[in-house]
Each structure stands twice: as C-alpha cells, then as structure tokens.
C-alpha cells in the first residue's frame, strides 16, 4: 500500500481533511488536478470566515495550503483520472502515476454553471459573482441584478434584498419562474423586481460592472439595465466524474449522498464539502473534510475517534 488515505481535491475540504488524518496517524495523500484552493480563490474578500473580518479567498487559502503542508506535500498539478476497487483498498490512478490506498475522500466540489457571453469572465469579482451569501455584503445600498429561474435564485434576490441592497431585479429568460411558489411570492412581498423573457446578452462596464445589455425573448427587442452587480445563479456542476464510477448514490443533482461522518453507501469511500451540495461555504467544506478524515480510520482498521 502506497497511503492509507487519498484525497482527492485539495480546496478547503481537502486540505482540512488531511491536517485532520494526518494528525491522527494516517499516511495521506492529497491529489488536485491544478494549484488547489477550489472556487475559493475567485471570491475577492471573505468576511464570514471566523477568524478573519475580511480576507481575499486566495490569501485564505494560501493560509490553509500553508498549513496543510506542515503535514501533507500535495501532489499538485496531478489530476486523478479514475479510482477502481483493488483487493481491499483502492487503486487511484493519475496522469503522473498509480496508487494503491486503503480509503479514498473525495473533495472534487462543484462548479458553477457559466452563461458564456461577453463580460461575464473580463467582471469576474469586479461586480460579477456566483454567490450571493459569499459577496452580497458588497453591495449593500446598490442595484444589483440575479440571473436564473430557479428557487436559488428566487431566494438569493431575497437574500440580496433583506442585506440591504438597494434595488434588486431577478433576470429569467423564459416567461415562468421554475422556482416554488412560495419563494415567488416571498419574492414579491419583498419588493424584487422580476422581469421576464429577458435573455443576457452581455455584461457591461469599465472597470467595475455598470450594466447588463438585456434582448426581449419574443419582441427581440433590446434594452439596458443599469446595475453594480450581477449574481450569476443558473446551477452548479458537482465534480462527479470519477467518483461515479464507484457506484455511490447520488441525488437527482448529481451531488454525491453521505451520511453524516461523510460516509457513502460504498465502504471505505467518503466525500466531503461542495461535492455533497449544501450550502457550499468555505466553513462547511472545512467542517465536512475534518469530520470524513476521522471517519476514515474506521475503514483502515484504526480506533474510531467519535
């Protein structure tokens, strides 16, 4: 066996876990497919993280990264291309290399899904964000717009408009909202401003976002929006591709069921932070990966901590 443990991921799950399992006497390795830290790194400041009143995400998880590495050397730039079962452990293959290990944790996360038009990539956290609890706070007293149908975004224009935002308009391209009822009408009672069969054509601005450039769905005609802001929530990709292949049940989403000691229905294999959906915040993945580290000493024979 080459480790007792491999983790697969290393954002704020990954790195969590392994501090964790390394602590507790497991010899561990942590794969990620680039330079680590996840979608953390793209939010501009963090203010709800404990500890920290106000951090960029990529000084955080630079903090987090150096942490880690008192304990683990991450296999950065070492994507995991599939995880097949091997006598009683796991063989985790890499473009680098093959690996046999007793357990495998996955943190692979999830990405949001993009519209692709002109502006919304050149904005990137200059008035641009695919979260709303993470960066909402910035824009207390301005106009901000939501784009999406469904019931996150139903709630995140709620959510936008209860901190304190000034004006607060939902964006949806089809003529019905998909969301449930009930966070339609919260919607209204709160004073969002939907507008409907309006399709993004592009994002304007200098060096911050100042508008959207809107087209009608049926009249095709166009307009402006004037907005500070632009909350991107039109869904999220769970990072499922080689944990799939294990067999572990998953939801209608595709985010990855565990218990909650980060167990899936497929012994010895866990998973942890924005892979099991939830609210995906950088404290939850930590909490998650910590907890699943620990309950992977079950699987390698050693004492079970809690």
Partial sequence: MDYELAIIGAGPAGYSAAIYAVRSGVK???FDRGDGGGRAVL???????AGFESIPGAELMEKIK????????PHLYEEVTSVGKQGKGFLVKTAKGSYVVGAVLFCTGSEHKTMGIPGEQEFLGKGVSYCATCDGFFFRGKSVA???????AVMEAVFLKQIGCKDVFLVHRREQLRAEQAYVTEA????????LNKEVERIEGESVVKGMALRDAETRQAS??????????IGWVPQNEVVKRLGVEMDAEGYVVVNRFGCTGVPGVYAAGDLTGGVRQIVTACASGAVAALSSLEALGKKYPF
């Avoid at 939010?43 to 993280?49: I, L, Q, R």
């Avoid at 939501?146 to 996150?152: F, L, Q, R």
């Avoid at 402006?224 to 929530?233: H, N, P, T």
Wanted: proline fraction near 2%; avoid cysteine.
């Fill in 28 to 30: 561990t390795a942590l």
């Fill in 43 to 49: 939010s501009p400041n963090v203010e709800n993280y």
């Fill in 66 to 73: 150096h942490h880690a590495g008192r304990y683990v050397q």
């Fill in 146 to 152: 939501v784009v999406g149908g469904g019931s996150t």
């Fill in 188 to 195: 209204r009672e709160k004073q969002v401003k939907i507008l």
């Fill in 224 to 233: 402006k929006l004037a907005v500070d802001g632009v909350f991107i929530s």
